[in-house]
């Protein structure tokens, strides 16, 4: 399996949602480690879920959250589509 720099964001998406089987995330990290560009953007991907993951929880319904996951996942990969276009 080869993987291109335009499938990274939405394979880390699934990585981070734990979604990737152990064969997917090792071709996804053996891409990683050797683009400078797509570990730069892994990077940005875990800090800013990071930073989420820090804030005080607050109380959703069930609905809600998935809601509020999908519009985070879309926000995060358009912030860091935008700062890594100019790579």
Do not use: A, G, T
Request: proline share 1%; aromatic share 12%.
């Amino acid at each position: 399996m080869i993987i291109k720099c335009e499938d990274v964001l939405d394979l880390l998406s699934e990585f981070f949602d734990d979604e990737l089987d152990l064969e997917e995330q090792e071709f996804l990290f053996d891409h990683i480690y050797q683009c400078k560009k797509c570990l730069n953007i892994y990077n940005s991907f875990h800090q800013m879920l990071d930073l989420f993951h820090s804030l005080e929880p607050v109380k959703l319904e069930q609905e809600k959250k998935k809601e509020f996951h999908r519009w985070l996942h879309i926000e995060v990969k358009q912030i860091v589509i935008k700062k890594y276009k100019k790579l």
